[in-house]
């Protein structure tokens, strides 16, 4: 498998990483409308077709700068085979599902990285890893759920002194119209930075099998397939996940739920905009402990909290332990 892939298995693998992209927006879709849903502002079978279409339409308001990381910021892209790329896309699907099974709102994003990880170590050991792009991800890890917690606790900080003298059923009203807003530049900064890894994986492929020539970009079919393919996993929604992230870690209103969104939409912004490939899971879930955080320290369910933070540090080398066995067994096999 490490040859020049034929055709048809070229596709085939193609086929694999758009199907890790639809698993994405499957297992991701709760980021995008969790807060929305759970503060019944929309019905969930109306909320996954909003967030769909913002998920989709992304790539018109961002550069690939998250892809370019992706394709050859993580590891060495000389070292990229048809069998590397095959691990990593199965070790984030598998973890993807059995997190997905169990209801855990981990990172399908840095499934796919320690995917890749795995995989580059099972095939040439530490030397296949760009330590700049992987350190700068990693940090990403800590740094997205605690800038969304910072920016939500602020904002919902903000908002309560600006409406102090509004009863609650004008303040309820007005965040009820302004949820659509911020759920749906959160659906943007979601499509945009999760879209974007799927486009990355593809086209290092590509460039590592010679269609791409000598130099590394993303062509424009690969760019449409993964946004089409991440709104259809949208669409099919990952309702255990929204349970999770809408309700259990703390209760919403619509102005909490307007907050925890624009905090997190503003983090996935400018993550995206420097190329930085983070969690959505993280981010909006530091940003609805924030919002509870700002109602009282008791209002998050901390214990839950812990047990996603927990599941936030296995993703890595679980998935990269699972694409490197893969790695092993298909390159034996074969």
């Not at 298995?9 to 193609?14: F, G, R, S, T, Y």
């Not at 996603?308 to 890595?316: D, E, H, R, S």
């Amino acid at each position: 498998m490490d040859a020049t892939l034929a055709f048809p298995l070229l596709v085939a693998l193609i086929a694999i990483a758009l199907f890790f992209d639809f698993l994405n927006g499957l297992h991701d879709a709760a980021n995008s409308i969790a807060t929305i849903v759970s503060t019944r502002v929309l019905r969930p079978q109306y909320a996954v077709f909003w967030a769909a279409f913002f998920n989709f339409i992304a790539f018109l308001f961002f550069g690939l700068h998250v892809a370019e990381t992706l394709g050859k910021g993580i590891i060495d892209p000389a070292i990229v085979s048809p069998l590397v790329i095959f691990a990593a896309l199965m070790g984030a699907i598998i973890w993807n599902i059995v997190t997905w099974v169990f209801g855990i709102p981990s990172s399908s994003s840095h499934a796919l990285i320690g995917g890749l990880v795995g995989a580059g170590l099972a095939k040439t050991g530490f030397s296949s890893i760009v330590w700049t792009g992987l350190l700068k991800t990693v940090g990403a890890i800590f740094m997205s759920p605690a800038i969304g917690f910072l920016l939500a606790l602020t904002l919902i900080l903000a908002v309560s002194w600006l409406f102090v003298r509004q009863t609650p059923f004008a303040v309820d009203r007005t965040f009820r119209v302004l949820q659509f807003a911020s759920a749906s530049l959160y659906s943007l900064g979601h499509g945009g930075n999760d879209a974007q890894k799927t486009m990355g994986i593809i086209a290092v492929l590509l460039f590592s099998q010679g269609y791409l020539g000598s130099e590394f970009h993303v062509p424009f079919w690969v760019v449409i397939s993964c946004q089409a393919a991440i709104a259809l996993g949208t669409l099919f929604g990952g309702w255990r996940i929204v349970h999770t992230m809408g309700s259990k870690i703390t209760r919403l209103n619509p102005m909490q739920g307007f907050c925890a969104e624009t905090g997190g939409a503003i983090t996935l912004f400018a993550a995206t905009w420097l190329g930085v490939p983070v969690s959505t899971t993280h981010t909006i879930t530091g940003a609805i402990i924030g919002v509870g955080a700002a109602r009282r320290v008791s209002a998050v369910r901390w214990g839950l909290a812990g047990n996603i933070v927990i599941a936030w540090i296995v993703t890595l080398p679980a998935a990269a332990i699972i694409a490197a066995t893969f790695y092993y067994v298909v390159g034996f096999l074969g």
